[in-house]
C-alpha cells in the first residue's frame, strides 16, 4: 500500500477520549499480515449476554469474512461474542482459501476464548486478490486474548487502518429515564467509499440492553441516513462491514421507541461517517450536497449522488472554481426528474444560479471565496416538488492518485 505522509489537512484534532463500554474489551497485535512491525489486528470481546447487529456491502465480490458475518448475524446467544479483525490483506477474491482462512481463524478464537465459533465475526481489509496469511494470525490469537482490556478502543481503531491518515472514533453519553448509557465506536476508511451499506469498517458498541431484533432496526435505518450517504470516490468496497454490539451492562433497557438514544446513535454514525469523507484519499475540502425540491426523496438522493460522484465537480472544488456549470451537468446526467428552467443553485449562502440562468445578484469573486473554505456546501433545488437529500464527499486532487497508482507497492 501507498506510503501515507501527511495526516489529512480535514483530520480532528485528536482522537476522542472514548468512554469505558462495560462488558466490552479490546487487543492489538502485529501479525505481520502484510508488513513487519505493524500493528494490524484487533480482538474485541463483548461478555455473554450481548446483543450483536450488522449491515454488510451487497458487492457480488464481497469477501469470505463477509458472507461468514453475514450467515452469523441473525443467531440469538447469551454466549458473548468476539470481533477479529486484521489490515492489511483483504481476504476477497480468494475462492474457497478465503473460506478456509476464516474458518481457521474463526476456530482459533472460539478455542481461546472459549466461544462457539458461530458467536465469532471476521473482518479483513486491505489488499484484495491476495491469500490470507491466516497462520500469522493465528498464532497471535493467544497474546491478543491475554491482552484484553477495557478502554483500549483507540489502540484497535489504529490496528484496521489501511490508507487511513488518522485513527476516527466517536461517542455520546445518554441520559434516560432508566439511567445513563454509553455509546463509542471506531471506523476505519479513506478511499473505495461509496454508498452501498456501511463503505467502511466500523464497530460500535453500548452498554445499553437491546433485543437484537431491535437493535438491528436501529442499525440499518440509522446507516441509511449515515454511512450510505457518503461517497470518496464512487467505489464500493468488497469488504464493506459495521457491526454493533449491546452488551446490556449498564442494566437499562432500549427499545425502537427511545428516540434519545437512537438520537445520540445516530450521532455517533454521522461523526464517524464524516471523518470517512474528511479522510478521503487526497482530499482538502469536504463537501455537503444538499439537494431539495426533487419529485421524490429517490430522486433527490439520485441527483446528490451524481453531483457528489462528478470527477468534474470534485476537481473543480479541489481548484477552488466555483464552476456551477459542472453543478447543473450532473443534475441533467442523472437520470432523474429535473428541469432545466426550474433549477436553483447555491454555494453556502452565495445564491448562484435561479430560473435556469445565472443569478443577477451573483459575483464570481463571491463564489470564489467559498470555495477557498475547507468545509463547503453545494445546495441545489430542482423545483418540482417535496423531495430532499443529503449527501457528502470530498474533492478530487492528484493526492488520490498518487495513493491509488502505488496502493500495492
Known amino acids: 500500500m501507498a506510503k501515507i505522509t501527511s495526516v489529512s489537512p480535514l483530520a480532528p484534532a485528536a482522537f476522542p477520549e472514548l468512554p469505558v463500554i462495560d462488558g466490552v474489551r479490546f487487543a492489538s497485535v502485529a501479525a505481520g499480515v502484510r508488513y513487519a512491525g505493524r500493528t494490524d489486528v484487533m480482538l474485541t470481546l463483548l461478555d455473554p449476554g450481548s446483543t450483536v447487529a450488522g449491515v454488510f456491502t451487497r458487492s457480488a465480490t464481497r469477501s469470505a469474512n463477509v458472507l461468514d458475518c453475514q450467515s452469523k448475524i441473525g443467531g440469538d446467544s447469551d454466549a458473548g461474542a468476539a470481533i477479529i479483525v486484521n489490515s492489511g490483506n483483504s481476504n476477497a477474491f480468494t475462492g474457497k482459501a478465503g473460506d478456509g482462512s476464516v474458518a481457521a481463524i474463526c476456530a482459533a478464537v472460539a478455542k481461546s476464548t472459549g466461544l462457539p465459533e458461530a458467536r465469532v465475526f471476521t473482518s479483513s481489509t486491505g489488499v484484495i486478490g491476495e491469500r490470507l496469511p491466516h497462520d500469522r494470525i493465528i ?8 491482552a484484553l482490556a477495557p478502554g483500549k478502543g483507540d489502540e484497535a481503531a489504529r490496528a484496521i487502518m489501511t490508507t487511513d491518515t488518522f485513527p476516527k472514533g466517536a461517542c455520546a453519553t445518554v441520559a434516560l429515564p432508566g439511567g445513563e448509557v454509553k455509546i463509542a465506536g471506531f471506523a476505519k476508511g479513506s478511499g473505495m467509499i461509496a454508498p452501498d451499506m456501511a463503505t467502511m469498517l466500523v464497530y460500535i458498541f453500548t452498554d445499553a440492553k437491546v433485543s437484537r431484533a431491535d437493535l438491528q432496526t436501529m442499525v440499518s435505518e440509522i446507516n441509511d441516513r449515515s454511512f450510505n450517504c457518503i461517497t470518496v470516490d464512487s467505489d464500493t468496497s468488497t469488504s464493506d462491514t459495521l457491526l454493533m454490539g449491546a452488551t446490556g451492562a449498564s442494566g ?13 446513535l445516530e450521532g455517533v454514525f454521522l461523526d464517524l461517517a464524516h471523518q470517512v469523507v474528511k479522510d478521503g484519499e487526497g482530499a482538502t475540502k469536504f463537501v455537503t450536497v444538499n439537494v431539495t425540491g426533487a419529485k421524490t426523496d429517490a ?5 446528490a449522488l451524481a453531483i457528489a460522484n462528478s470527477p468534474l465537480v470534485k476537481t473543480a472544488v479541489a481548484g477552488e472554481d466555483p464552476n456551477w456549470g459542472r453543478i447543473v451537468m450532473a443534475v441533467g446526467k442523472s437520470g432523474a426528474a429535473a428541469d432545466r428552467d426550474r433549477l436553483t443553485i447555491r454555494f453556502g449562502n452565495v445564491l448562484v444560479a435561479e430560473n435556469g440562468w445565472v443569478a443577477p445578484s451573483y459575483k464570481e469573486e463571491d463564489g470564489a471565496a467559498l470555495m477557498k473554505q475547507p468545509e463547503i456546501t453545494i445546495s441545489v433545488d430542482i423545483g418540482l416538488g417535496a423531495g430532499k437529500a443529503t449527501v457528502w464527499t470530498c474533492d478530487l486532487t492528484h493526492g488520490y492518485i498518487s495513493i491509488n497508482a502505488d496502493y500495492r507497492s
Open 139 to 146: 498464532a497471535k490469537v493467544d497474546d491478543l486474548v491475554a
Open 252 to 264: 437499562v433497557e432500549v427499545t425502537l421507541a427511545d428516540s434519545d438514544f437512537a438520537q445520540a
Open 299 to 303: 430522486d433527490a438522493r439520485t441527483h
